[in-house]
């Protein structure tokens, strides 16, 4: 197969994409979004149910900004360590109004792959607070972190805000440009970390003008309305929690309602039911919780499920339609590309796939040996990262090759622009000189076991290259059923486990996605039966 590019139909936009929105730092999209829906407006909901307006969050955020300043440079990077939740969104703003630069800790990912991400964008000062710390049980990290950067809480910058720092925001807030310091678009305006599966996280360094015309193009991809509000329970130190959950409503005048964590399925569906949310943002496997957790009607207020991640499996579909009536649209998004980079639209969907690229993209598909019809994915565009910063170079920014991203995932695009994933390039094994896709294994797991938990990982093997193993949460579960299944539904034998290894959960990183590290050392310890 020879290499092929493709680029996003433009019949595919509802409005014209405006490069005017995306020409300017975030701290001026923000003061920008007030002026035009309204200083009075509510946009925020938070966790405990306090309403912020857009003057709250401008006001805030010129204060803190201007507080935190203190000992960092313009352009220096600022870690925030916060859950989802208005004092994450307002700490990010702060840092970006005097053009520091935000970076968004997983907390989840432990005190090594924090301390790398810290040491990697070469923060000196992280920003988080006490009730968080204390709810989250993070007492150790917060102690290893603090010998390698200053830990600032929230809760004693607001008991300590000076005179200045006040009168910074009192001016600020209807004079914003006066004491902002903004960046240029193309300068760095976020940092995120990769989940760090294979290895110490990476930095992705993102500009002002990648994460707003991300913005933009899903504003022209996906039909969007003054009167929607937005369910964000992801965590911002995803970028699809970050930008689609966050940054996205506040800019474009929808009210957002901030979870701290999606590990709560039932009080999630009560507050989705309680707020009339329109639109909720997840991942396949918390979806699957919630649609259990609810009851029949309580999920109705919503006219859209927005899936990213992972893929959306069959089962969680089907349960939707049964109970809900409900269609979930699945998209595709790494954080290299601020992140979303396909999405399926109402009306327009195709399961199975991820829908069709955003506005302005372009996909170059590079041959695969042993997998035809499908190529590795590389993508361009202006929501793609300036480059990476990796912890063997620390804060000096790697740029991308020509504006090409290579994702490292499989994927096909049939004539009609819809893009399907076939599986991520490390997640295909060798048997017997055969290509086998563990994201199939997996699926022929679930297709069998729906209301369990599979995750294949692959070893290599002195007779056949690599043997494939079944790691899942169904303590009956049979090699000799999936066989059955297998022969009965014409799938080849090969993608058939050699082992099944019985385990009480999947381990999942912070993002819901499966941490694929952690099955592969369950698998390798596991005794031989």
Not at 180 to 197: E, H, K, M
Request: net charge neutral; with cysteine; hydrophobic share 45%.
């Amino acid at each position: 197969m020879a290499v092929t590019t493709v680029a996003a139909a433009s019949g595919e936009e509802l409005v014209p994409f405006d490069m005017v929105r995306t020409k300017k730092s975030l701290f001026q999209a923000l003061a920008d979004a007030r002026t035009r829906y309204g200083g009075k407006r509510p946009i925020v909901v938070d966790g405990d149910e306090r309403v912020l307006t857009y003057d709250d969050i401008v006001r805030a955020a010129l204060a803190l900004g201007h507080a935190l300043k203190k000992g960092t440079k313009p352009r220096d990077a600022v870690g925030i360590m916060l859950p989802t939740s208005a004092g994450a969104i307002i700490s990010f703003f702060a840092v970006s109004a005097f053009n520091r630069v935000p970076a968004m800790l997983n907390f989840s990912n432990g005190a090594a792959g924090v301390t790398s991400a810290i040491r990697t964008a070469k923060v000196k000062k992280v920003v988080t607070a006490r009730r968080f710390i204390e709810l989250a049980k993070l007492e150790s990290l917060v102690a290893e972190l603090s010998n390698v950067a200053e830990v600032v809480y929230l809760e004693d910058v607001r008991e300590k805000l000076g005179v200045m720092d006040k009168l910074t925001a009192g001016v600020g807030q209807y004079l914003p440009g006066l004491v902002a310091r903004n960046g240029a678009p193309d300068d760095l305006g976020a940092i995120l970390f990769t989940s760090g599966t294979e290895g110490l996280p990476k930095g992705v360094a993102l500009s002002h003008s990648n994460i707003l015309s991300n913005v933009e193009q899903i504003r022209v991809h996906v039909a969007l309305y003054p009167n929607d509000a937005m369910f964000n329970p992801l965590p911002t130190f995803h970028c699809f929690g970050l930008t689609a959950g966050a940054l996205m409503p506040l800019l474009l005048g929808m009210k957002s309602i901030y979870h701290p964590t999606p590990l709560q399925p039932h009080e999630i569906v009560r507050r989705v039911k309680a707020h009339g949310a329109t639109i909720l943002l997840t991942t396949d496997t918390f979806m699957s919780q919630y649609a259990r957790a609810g009851d029949q009607g309580d999920l109705t207020s919503l006219r859209l499920a927005v899936c990213g991640a992972e893929r959306v499996r069959d089962e969680t579909r089907q349960l939707l339609r049964r109970k809900y009536s409900m269609e979930i649209l699945e998209g595709y998004g790494v954080t290299e590309t601020s992140p979303v980079a396909a999405v399926n639209q109402p009306g327009a969907m195709r399961p199975g796939t991820v829908g069709h690229l955003l506005a302005g993209m372009e996909a170059r598909l590079e041959p695969v040996e042993g997998i035809p019809n499908a190529g590795r994915l590389f993508l361009k565009g202006p929501n793609v990262m300036l480059g990476y910063i990796r912890p063997q170079n620390p804060g000096v920014i790697e740029p991308t090759p020509g504006g090409w991203h290579d994702t490292g995932d499989v994927v096909s695009i049939d004539e009609d622009g819809f893009v399907a994933i076939k599986g991520r390039m490390k997640r295909f094994a060798k048997v017997g000189g055969e290509v086998v896709s563990l994201a199939v294994v997996e699926n022929c797991a679930s297709a069998v076991w729906p209301d369990f938990a599979h995750a294949a990982v692959a070893f290599p093997d002195g007779r056949k290259g690599e043997q494939v193993i079944l790691v899942t949460t169904n303590p009956e579960a049979d090699r000799l059923e999936l066989v059955g299944w297998a022969h009965n539904h014409g799938v080849a034998e090969l993608a058939i486990p050699r082992r099944v290894i019985h385990v009480a959960e999947i381990p999942v990183l912070g993002t819901g996605k499966t941490d694929y590290v952690k099955v592969e050392k369950m698998a390798f310890t596991a005794p031989v039966k």
